[in-house]
């Protein structure tokens, strides 16, 4: 595949999901409606102790199934901190379905990855599916998580 072909399909990716980021516990959009031609992939962030400041989330997303890649920042620019107990929610077209691959990476005020977690999830088409992805501290010594 040439490297044209691939951010076609990088690009074709990120337009079909659309994300939306509520800074609170339990929050996302109130309640579990699913519109008619979306799926909705909830993602719930939990903050391990230790874990610096974030100020935005890295979420790097994969759908095998079609061999596509997305990288979203939520919010879209840096904002105060976030919370453990964020959610994040994927809006997907119902066109799409199969596995989602997702990494999590926590950055600084200076958009410097702080934190890292990573999860799998099949996508409940035209429904609801909730995740919930720990963000580790990073480390260099190798008793972390890389970044």
């Avoid at 997305?70 to 994927?90: D, K, M, R």
């Amino acid at each position: 595949m040439t490297t044209k072909a691939k951010g076609m399909k990088a690009r074709s990716l990120t337009a079909t999901l659309a994300m939306l980021m509520v800074l609170g516990a339990g929050a996302c959009g109130g309640g579990d409606a699913v519109a008619d031609d979306e799926s909705v992939v909830v993602i719930h962030v939990n903050i391990e102790a230790g874990v610096p400041e974030l100020r935005q989330i890295h979420v790097a997303a994969h759908l095998g199934s079609a061999g596509m890649d997305a990288n979203l920042y939520f919010p879209t620019t840096p904002q105060g901190p976030i919370a453990s107990g964020a959610t994040l929610a994927l809006l997907i077209p119902t066109t799409r379905s199969g596995l989602l691959d997702l990494v999590l990476f926590g950055l600084d005020a200076g958009q410097n990855p702080v934190a890292r977690g990573n999860g799998q999830t099949m996508i409940t088409v035209g429904g609801r599916v909730d995740k919930t992805i720990s963000l580790s501290a990073c480390s260099s010594s190798g008793s972390g998580p890389g970044c």
